[in-house]
């Protein structure tokens, strides 16, 4: 009899979660209770015409939040993928490249781990303008050095292996030796990275927003608190435009940390009980 496969309640949870999301992002026109330029009363309360009420505006707010999920998710994912290739080149680099070029390649990922990356985030978004793109490469230009440790030791772990070494013997190259049968076994370190890269990237771009560094023209969750504290929620008792955001962002945050546990606990069997994420 076949074992029946087990399914991971993390894994199921968090990924259900991001579905959620990622579903709302690309089906906003259709979920959409309200037409997202129409304005209304301001501050109403929640009701069963709008569920979550109205801003100082009179816009619809589950409307509003439910468009801001396009550029949060577009934040976190594209800023993730940016950041996760650049430290899967310089930790793969750290990790096998022999002697001072190795030396210089984890020298550059410790310097950047040493940067404070939201007083860096800041000053540089004040400087560059808070227009989609700059958030998107602040973002990925200050988020990859985590990965690159990781990956860094994991690459040394590997290429210090008896695989690898009888890869030496036969007479590959270190070039191949990293391209064909290193680079492949990082799949599960890349993967929990990039999902720890995501939460990251949609936190900071969340802090972003809420100190008015991020894109002034389109509303994301974050922008909707700072918006919210900007024009008076807090003085005028609008929870509902102040809470509703910052739980979005806070499940989204959790299903990532849920979906990584996973990974981790996977990555721990690969490597022997020993976690490689930091």
């Given at each position: 009899?076949?074992?029946?496969?087990?399914?991971?309640?993390?894994?199921?949870?968090?990924?259900?979660?991001?579905?959620?999301?990622?579903?709302?992002?690309?089906?906003?026109?259709?979920?959409?209770?309200?037409?997202?330029?129409?304005?209304?009363?301001?501050?109403?309360?929640?009701?069963?015409?709008?569920?979550?009420?109205?801003?100082?505006?009179?816009?619809?707010?589950l409307t509003e939040m439910i468009y801001a999920a396009r550029p949060t998710?577009?934040?976190?994912?594209?800023?993730?993928?940016?950041?996760?290739?650049?430290?899967?080149?310089?930790?793969?680099?750290?990790?096998?490249?022999?002697?001072?070029?190795?030396?210089?390649?984890?020298g550059v990922i410790q310097v950047f781990l040493m940067i404070p990356m939201?007083?860096?985030?800041?000053?540089?978004?004040?400087?560059?303008?808070?227009?989609?793109?700059?958030?998107?490469?602040?973002?990925?230009?200050?988020?990859?050095?985590?990965?690159?440790?990781?990956?860094?030791?994991?690459?040394?772990?590997?290429?210090?292996?008896?695989?690898?070494?009888?890869?030496?013997?036969?007479?590959?190259?270190?070039?191949?030796?990293?391209?064909?049968?290193?680079?492949?076994?990082?799949?599960?370190?890349?993967?929990?990275?990039?999902?720890?890269?995501?939460?990251?990237?949609?936190?900071?771009?969340?802090?972003?927003?809420?100190?008015?560094?991020?894109?002034?023209?389109?509303?994301?969750?974050?922008?909707?608190?700072?918006?919210?504290?900007?024009?008076?929620?807090?003085?005028?008792?609008?929870?509902?435009?102040?809470?509703?955001p910052g739980v979005c962002i806070f499940l989204l945050v959790l299903a990532?940390?849920?979906?990584?546990?996973?990974?981790?606990?996977?990555?721990?069997?690969?490597?022997?009980?020993?976690?490689?994420?930091?």
């Open positions: 009899m076949p074992k029946k496969k087990k399914w991971n309640l993390s894994l199921v949870v968090g990924g259900g979660i991001v579905l959620f999301f990622v579903l709302v992002a690309l089906l906003a026109p259709l979920l959409a209770p309200c037409d997202p330029h129409a304005m209304g009363i301001p501050y109403l309360r929640p009701s069963g015409e709008h569920l979550l009420g109205t801003n100082d505006l009179g816009y619809d707010l998710m577009l934040v976190g994912l594209a800023a993730a993928v940016f950041s996760l290739c650049l430290g899967t080149l310089i930790g793969l680099a750290a990790g096998a490249l022999p002697g001072w070029k190795g030396e210089i390649a984890s939201l007083p860096a985030a800041i000053v540089v978004g004040a400087y560059c303008g808070g227009t989609l793109v700059s958030v998107i490469g602040i973002i990925a230009a200050l988020g990859w050095c985590a990965t690159a440790r990781t990956v860094r030791a994991r690459t040394v772990q590997l290429m210090q292996s008896e695989f690898a070494e009888g890869f030496r013997v036969l007479g590959f190259s270190r070039a191949r030796i990293v391209l064909r049968h290193v680079l492949p076994n990082l799949q599960e370190v890349v993967l929990s990275r990039y999902i720890m890269t995501v939460a990251r990237c949609v936190m900071l771009e969340a802090t972003l927003s809420f100190l008015g560094l991020g894109d002034a023209s389109r509303i994301t969750w974050g922008r909707m608190i700072h918006l919210a504290y900007k024009r008076g929620g807090f003085t005028n008792g609008a929870w509902n435009w102040l809470a509703a990532m940390y849920a979906i990584n546990t996973y990974f981790e606990s996977r990555g721990r069997e690969v490597t022997g009980g020993r976690s490689y994420l930091d």
